[in-house]
């Protein structure tokens, strides 16, 4: 059973809509040595050690100022940045990323599915072909379960295709307080409108990668919910919350009920269009 918080989340997060991925929002402290540092709706995340810090996500061109401001509020530097990730191979999260690397000399990490795309600057993506970027160099290319260190943490790679080939969701361990959290930021687990899982040429195992993405999210431990956009964990209505006294992001059953949404409606689509495909 889905619980009525997160169906009501899934709404927020539709309503949201394109405005919000250029609107500023307040950088905040997630936990421990993790920060949002992105728009209201598309998140950016830091994370800050004592040999560099690690940004995953990039926005687009347009929102890299406000990526910089954010940083630049929370006494940080852009040229501190070492090493850039991303959520997935769409403009939303990564039409910035060359602009980025201009910018902080960082190196970008990018996942086995999505380099090509992200090197071509949108070239070569489903579905969205009319959309384009600045191509960006790709200085390393990840694997499912590859480690990318930086000062003493340690960030695990989890390939979770479907919503793009090589989408990528981050796992890893921070300590506040002098205990520990299990951190996850969801790439994305959204059949977008258009997405064809039956019979799809451009994509033919689309629906067998969605179906991996969920058996790996699934066995994922959470402590500290999160995701490519803000909308995916309720960002806004809990950071209207993080003076509370209980930090809210650390939201492990709010995880599973969104994994479980995602996926209801996966496989929902799925048999709608098994069932079209048989007529």
């Known amino acids: 059973m889905i619980s009525l918080a997160v169906q009501l989340l899934a709404l927020s997060a539709a309503a949201a809509g394109p405005n919000a991925y250029y609107e500023p929002f307040p ?26 810090h690690i940004l995953i996500n990039s926005g687009f061109e347009q ?36 602009l980025l690397k201009e910018m902080t000399g960082a190196d970008v990490y990018i996942m086995n599915g ?34 990318v260190k930086l000062g003493g943490t340690t960030l695990i790679a989890r390939r979770t295709p479907g919503h793009t080939a090589g989408c990528t969701t981050w796992t890893w361990t921070v300590t506040d307080n002098g205990k520990d959290y299990h951190v996850v930021v969801i790439g994305s ?43 995916y964990y ?16 650390i939201d492990p059953d709010g995880y599973r009920d969104y994994v479980a949404m995602k996926e209801q409606a996966f496989r929902e689509k799925l048999a709608q269009q098994k069932a079209a495909e048989s007529e």
């Open 63 to 98: 929102t890299v100022p406000l990526i910089r401001a954010n940083v630049q509020s929370l006494g940080f530097k852009m040229s501190d940045v070492k090493i850039i990730l991303a959520s997935h191979a769409h403009g939303d999260h990564v039409a910035g990323l060359a």
């Open 234 to 249: 309720g960002m806004v209505e809990k950071y209207e919350r993080i003076n509370s006294g209980k930090n809210p992001f």
């Open 114 to 147: 999505d380099v090509d795309v992200i090197a071509a600057g949108g070239q070569g993506q489903y579905l969205y072909t009319d959309s384009r970027w600045r191509p960006c160099k790709v200085d390393r290319v990840l694997q499912d379960k590859s480690e």
């Open 189 to 231: 687990p959204n059949v977008n409108p258009g997405f064809q899982l039956v019979g799809n040429k451009d994509y033919p195992l689309i629906a067998d990668d969605f179906a991996k993405t969920f058996k790996i999210l699934k066995s994922l431990k959470c402590d500290v919910f999160l995701g490519a956009h803000g909308g």
């Open 27 to 52: 950088a905040h402290r997630v936990i421990g040595n993790v920060y949002h540092v992105g728009s209201k709706d598309i998140a950016v995340f830091l994370i800050t050690t004592d040999e560099g």
